[in-house]
């Protein structure tokens, strides 16, 4: 008796031949290698489309990426905030600081990932300019992708 086992009239179980150079592979499409490349890739891909539909909303903002927020347990109320937004000073520009890991736990899939960065980079501009989000996504396009 061999070592696999025809069970329940299946048939054999397994590749009928293995991997060697002479078979065919198949084209994976291009992907980000990780999930921070992932994640990377939609937040600039987000300050690129508020850059092209409302450049002035982004004038001395700079955009950046945390893992997780560094703050005090007890304000939040139970509560983990998906970014910041943090005015200017005399010293240094405003910013707007994302948190990858919540905005992570929050999407179901990819696409939907991106598409939580894109409205929570709108949502975190329009509370630091005070321009509306409709003025800063004026084709709502924070429900689909390009």
């Not at 508020?50 to 007890?74: I, K, M, N, W, Y």
């Not at 509370?127 to 004026?138: H, M």
Request: proline fraction near 8%; include cysteine; glycine fraction near 8%.
């Amino acid at each position: 008796m061999s070592i696999r086992r025809e069970r329940h009239g299946r048939g054999l179980r397994g590749p009928l031949a293995l991997p060697n150079a002479l078979g065919v592979r198949t084209a994976l499409p291009p992907r980000p290698a990780t999930r921070v490349a992932f994640f990377d890739d939609a937040v600039g891909a987000a300050v690129e489309r508020v850059a092209r539909q409302c450049p002035e909303a982004l004038a001395g903002t700079s955009v950046g990426v945390e893992d997780v927020p560094a703050f005090d347990p007890s304000w939040a109320h139970g509560r983990v905030p998906l970014a910041s937004a943090i005015e200017a000073t005399p010293t240094r520009g405003a910013q707007v600081v994302l948190y990858r890991r919540p905005l992570e736990h929050r999407a179901a899939s990819r696409r939907g990932l991106r598409i939580l960065v894109y409205r929570t980079v709108v949502e975190q501009l329009s509370a630091l300019t005070g321009r509306s989000v409709d003025e800063i996504d004026p084709d709502g396009l924070g429900d689909e992708e390009d």
